[in-house]
């Protein structure tokens, strides 16, 4: 099957390196398979701003990096994700949560159960509190899946088989905003997508997504989740990092070409351009360890 790549950035800064680097890894494992590749702009956060989209669209053109079709927004599918939840609901998959997350923090929890993950406290609720809730609760309640699994299988081309909790993750916030476990997944799908490539940071994610998709009756996707590029003090970059952007490389001295050139050779690469790296790109051989910068 022909493969389907996607890049998917939230616009609340412009690209960094490591955000870039793992760009191209997503584009060259699908271009190089003869695969499509699909661009996405993940602006339902709250922390999206103005023009951040576009800053990111044109650095990702700068690298390389081109994608098929439209780019899809999330901002502008609102209705598409809450038509899922409602197909959920109908199903009895989903109920109502008033918890703050103060109160999910200090709530008890089964042994072993990982950090953060939520303890189901709503899902017991009698009816009479529930309308009880409905209309003395400070705000509106979040939806919440409710997942028949404690943990779910993913294969991933980096890590192998990989094991990772699922509790009853949000789908739809307090404020009515869709989640990001549930917009990713509907959206891949969307999109065609088989293939997704993203930081190693998003892997404990990938359980929740895989059995989310898998209730909806969607295709499986194919993972690999890439190291990510770290500061000196080994450390996730960020901004803060100092020169780590495209016009920060360039106000420095350090133009795009050469940028890339640097990335392809963090991921394995002996080529000078994007286009030239996907003739040969072999993930096996991008490096195991994360990449630190400078």
Known sequence: MRPVGRFAPSPSGDLHVGNLRT????WLCARSAGGGFELRVEDLDERAR???????IAD????GVDWDGPVLRQ???REVYRAVVAELAGRGLVYECWCSRREIAEA???PNSPPGSYPGVCRELSEARRRELRSSAPRPPALRLASAVR?????DLVHGRHVGAVDDFVLLRWDGTPA???AVVVDDAAQGVTQVVRGDDLLSSAPRQAYLASLLGLPEVEYAHVPMVLNASRQRLAKRDGAVTLADLAAMGTGTEEAVRLLLRSVGSAADTLGEAAASFDLRRVPAAPMTWP
């Open 108 to 110: 008890p929890r089964a």
């Open 23 to 26: 760009a191209m890894l997503a």
């Open 151 to 155: 943990e779910f299988a993913v294969a």
């Open 180 to 182: 990001y476990n549930l």
């Open 60 to 63: 990702l053109a700068a690298v």
């Open 50 to 56: 103005p023009g951040v989209a576009e800053r990111q």
């Open 75 to 77: 901002s502008g599918r």
